[in-house]
C-alpha cells in the first residue's frame, strides 16, 4: 500500500512555497494576513469554513498545514507560545496520568511540569532518558506521556527516537517529542514513532527572534481534532500576524539551517581544540556520546552547542565581557548568535539541586550559533577566552 504521504513535495518546496499563490481573491503571491477576528454568517445558521478567531483563522491554518506536513503529522495546532503548545498537550490529562520527562529539559518546561503536578493537574517523574535501564525502569510507573527533548537544552544530550518510541509504545504510552533544537529540516520524529511532535516556533522555525510562537503536529487525525477543540477550549491559539511572520521566517529554513550548521560544526571544532575549554557539548563531534545516534536520526547535526570553561564563573564573567559576535540573550534559532549562560538565565528556575542532578554547571555557557561569517565568529570566541585566561 502506498502511503499517501508519499505524494507531499519535497520539505524544501514545502518550506519554500505552501501557500503561495492560493489567493482566491487577487491572486497575491505572498499569501495574505487575515486579521478578522470574526466572519460573516452566510445566512441563518449557515456559518462559513471560519466563524470566530479563536477556533480558526485561515492564516494560522496555513502555518499549521505546513507544519504537519513538514513534520509529516495528520495536522498541527498553531498556539501563541512554545509553553503553550506543551501546555496544550498537558492540560488535557487528568489527575491519574503520570508524565515521564527528561531529567535535563528546557527550565521552562520543568516548571511548567512541576507547576502542573503540584496543583494536582497529573502528575510528573523527571528521568535521565539517555540511560536505558533508567527509562525502562520508569516505564514500569505506566505513565500516559513520555516526553523527549532530543538534543536536550543546555547539554545536547541525544536519546534514540525510534528506541524510545518502541518502548513506549509497548507500555502503551503516548510519546512527543520537542523538536526546537533542530527542526524537520533535520529530524522528523514522527517517522521515528513519535506521537506529536511540539515547537516552540520562536527559534529556529520563524528564525528571526521577532515572534514568540509556538505548535504541535500530531500523527493522528482523532488527536490534531482532539487538540484543535482543546487549543478553542482553552484559548491558546497564536496570534495571526505572528502565523504569517512564522511563515514569513519560514520561507528559507532550509538554507539558514544548512549554513547555521556548518558554522556551528567549526565552532566547535575551534573550541574543543582551544586550552581555556574544559569541554564542548556538540552531537556532530565524533567523541560526544550520542554522536552516531544523531547521525542515524538527523540530517546534520544543528546550530546549538553548549561549553565548559575551565576558570568556574570567573572565567564565565570574563568571556561574557569579551567575547564579540555573541549577543548575551535567552533564546536561539535566529540568524544572529547568542550566548546565554544557563544556570543564570534559561536554566535559573530549575534551582541548583535540579541543574546538579542533570549535569548543568555554573561553568556551562550555551551558544546558538548564527549566520555571521565563521572567521568572524572564532575570532569573537578567541577574544573573550583570551579574557578568561588574564
Ligand atoms: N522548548 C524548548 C526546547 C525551548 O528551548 C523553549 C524556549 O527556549 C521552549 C520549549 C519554550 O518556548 P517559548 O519560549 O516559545 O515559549
Not at 510528573?124 to 514500569?140: H, N
Not at 527533548?149 to 517529542?177: C, F, K, W, Y
Not at 511563515?247 to 549554513?259: D, K, S
Request: aromatic content about 6%.
Amino acid at each position: 500500500m502506498t502511503d499517501p504521504r508519499d505524494d507531499l513535495p519535497r520539505p524544501q518546496t514545502i518550506t519554500a512555497a505552501y501557500g503561495v499563490a492560493s489567493d482566491p481573491a487577487f491572486g497575491a503571491v505572498a499569501p495574505p494576513l487575515y486579521l478578522s477576528s470574526t466572519y460573516e454568517f452566510a445566512g441563518f445558521d449557515e456559518p462559513r469554513i471560519y466563524d470566530y478567531g479563536r477556533a480558526g483563522n485561515p492564516t494560522r491554518e496555513l502555518l499549521a498545514d505546513a507544519l504537519a506536513k513538514l513534520e509529516r503529522g495528520a495536522g498541527g495546532v498553531i498556539t501563541s507560545s512554545g509553553m503553550a503548545a506543551l501546555d496544550l498537550l498537558v492540560s488535557r490529562l487528568r489527575p491519574d496520568d503520570l508524565i515521564l520527562a527528561p531529567h535535563d529539559c528546557y527550565g521552562g518546561t520543568m516548571r511548567l511540569l512541576k507547576a502542573r503536578a503540584e496543583r494536582g493537574h497529573c502528575s510528573v517523574r523527571f528521568v535521565d532518558q539517555s540511560s536505558g535501564p533508567a527509562f525502562a525502569a520508569a516505564l514500569e510507573d505506566q505513565p500516559s506521556l513520555v516526553l523527549v527533548e532530543t538534543p536536550s537544552n543546555p547539554l545536547m544530550r541525544v536519546v534514540d527516537i525510534a528506541a524510545l518510541a518502541a518502548q513506549a509504545r509497548a507500555a502503551s504510552a503516548a510519546v512527543a517529542v520537542d523538536n526546537t533544537f533542530l527542526s524537520p529540516a533535520i529530524q522528523r520524529p514522527i517517522e521515528l514513532g513519535a506521537d506529536y511532535v511540539v515547537h516552540s516556533t520562536t527559534k529556529y522555525l520563524n528564525g528571526h527572534s521577532d515572534v514568540i510562537g509556538g505548535a504541535v503536529v500530531a500523527a493522528d487525525p482523532a488527536q490534531v481534532e482532539e487538540l484543535r477543540h482543546w487549543a478553542n477550549v482553552v484559548g491558546s491559539a497564536g496570534a495571526p500576524f505572528d502565523s504569517w511572520l512564522t511563515l514569513r521566517g519560514l520561507r528559507t529554513l532550509f538554507p539558514r539551517m544548512e549554513q547555521q550548521q556548518i558554522n556551528a560544526m567549526r565552532v566547535a571544532q575551534f573550541l574543543d581544540s582551544h586550552p581555556a575549554v574544559a569541554k564542548v557539548h556538540y552531537p556532530g563531534l565524533s567523541s560526544h556520546p550520542g554522536h552516531a545516534i544523531a547521525a542515524r536520526q538527523q540530517r546534520g547535526f544543528g546550530a546549538m552547542l553548549s561549553f565548559e570553561l575551565l576558570g568556574g564563573v570567573d572565567a564565565v564573567r570574563q568571556f561574557i565581557g569579551a567575547v564579540r559576535f555573541f549577543t548575551l540573550a535567552e533564546s536561539l534559532g535566529g540568524v544572529e548568535s547568542l550566548v546565554a549562560h544557563p544556570a543564570t538565565m534559561t536554566h535559573a528556575d530549575m534551582g541548583e539541586e535540579a541543574r546538579a542532578a542533570a549535569g548543568i554547571r555554573d561553568s556551562l555557557l550555551r551558544l546558538s550559533v548564527g549566520l555571521e561569517a565563521e572567521q568572524d565568529l572564532i575570532a569573537g570566541l578567541e577574544e573573550g577566552l583570551a579574557a578568561c585566561r588574564s
